[in-house]
């Protein structure tokens, strides 16, 4: 389990649970040209329009996450998980898609990324 000193209190029926946030700012066209602010996690390009989030600590559960990307150009983009093993390897893929094809993100297009995870088996 996570083992950090993490912020109180967050009011919620499940047991510790934990938001991480994220902001990812595309800075250039090709792989690995991004920029983060983040604190927990890393984020990565893994081919085009596939991230890969990769967390720094185990979780129990990943309970929710809402991912939004902001174009700098008008764009009809959605996100989509892929995969997660937020208890194993530690990561979450997902895909950012137009009209249901991967599609690499713009120099100044912006992801903003929200999880919410589990910190606790009780």
Do not use: C, H
């Not at 996100?79 to 993100?105: H, M, N, R, W, Y």
């Amino acid at each position: 389990m996570a083992n950090r000193l993490f912020k109180q209190f967050l009011y919620s029926l499940e047991r510790q649970p934990v938001v991480l946030n994220a902001v990812v700012t595309v800075t250039g066209e090709g792989p690995n040209t991004i920029t983060t602010d983040v604190k927990g996690l890393e984020v990565a390009v893994s081919d085009p329009g596939e991230w890969t989030i990769t967390l720094e600590d185990k979780y129990q559960a990943l309970l929710n996450a809402n991912i939004t990307v902001q174009a700098a150009t008008e764009a009809d983009l959605t996100t989509q998980i892929k995969s997660e093993d937020v208890d194993g390897a530690k990561t979450i893929v997902f895909s950012t898609l137009a009209e249901a094809t991967p599609t690499a993100l713009s120099t100044g297009d912006k992801i903003y990324i929200t999880l919410l995870l589990r910190n606790s088996s009780l």
